[in-house]
């Protein structure tokens, strides 16, 4: 199936994804340094905000297996599809897949079901102030899943039932969210930031 012009879609296999596979700098990035991914450590991962599935392929990409959770419909539609297309590349994308599970529904729900290590949270980000324009693909999900007005409720749920550490990927300037206690430590990118509280 070809891809249409601007159509959203989950791709694993090509394009920015590909990409960073093959030049991303391993454990060494940011993502998976705030997830706990070390030699000879290799945590028990729950996305529970699976979107496009990006990060979790990365970190499936780097030994982990990952669980996926999704509750819009249409996104769980587009991973489901993503993941099949990836799955019959074969090679090293199917190796990548076959560490990954994909779950539909609310993660508030399923996250006390699941023995994570480690949970990740990215929130769909409050709107920026700033006038400038969203990247496209990032103004369509926003269409699809709105804005996760519930991400305190999710976070606090996740400390509950993560046995090692929650994450939340956020913006670099975004303000913390309230009603949640203070992260442990941070670590910081040119955009995007990782509050990593531990539960240890």
């Given at each position: 199936m070809t891809q249409r012009e601007g159509e959203l879609r989950a791709d694993f296999v090509t394009g920015a994804v590909a990409h960073r596979l093959r030049f991303?700098?391993?454990r060494g990035q940011d993502l998976a340094k705030a997830m706990g991914l070390r030699a000879g450590k290799t945590p028990m991962i729950v996305d529970a905000t699976a979107g496009l599935g990006r990060d979790s392929f990365l970190l499936a990409s780097l030994?982990?297996?990952?669980?996926?959770?999704?509750r819009s419909d249409v996104m769980h539609g587009l991973l489901v599809e993503g993941m099949n297309r990836a799955a019959e590349e074969g090679g090293v994308f199917r190796e990548i897949i076959d560490r990954m599970t994909l779950l539909k529904g609310d993660a508030k729900d399923l996250l006390p079901e699941l023995s994570a290590e480690a949970v990740l949270i990215d929130p769909m980000h409050p709107e920026r102030k700033k006038s400038a324009l969203v990247k496209r693909e990032l103004r369509q999900v926003?269409?699809?899943?709105?804005?996760?007005?519930?991400?305190a409720?999710?976070?606090?749920?996740?400390?509950?039932?993560?046995s090692n550490r929650v994450v939340l990927k956020?913006?670099?300037?975004?303000?913390?969210?309230e009603g949640v206690r203070p992260c442990n430590h941070q670590i910081l990118g040119k955009s995007t930031r990782y509050d990593v509280f531990m539960t240890v």
């Open positions: 991303g700098g391993g030994g982990a297996k990952v669980t996926m959770i999704e926003r269409e699809i899943v709105g804005t996760d007005d519930d991400a409720d999710l976070l606090r749920v996740a400390l509950d039932h993560a956020w913006p670099a300037k975004g303000d913390p969210i």
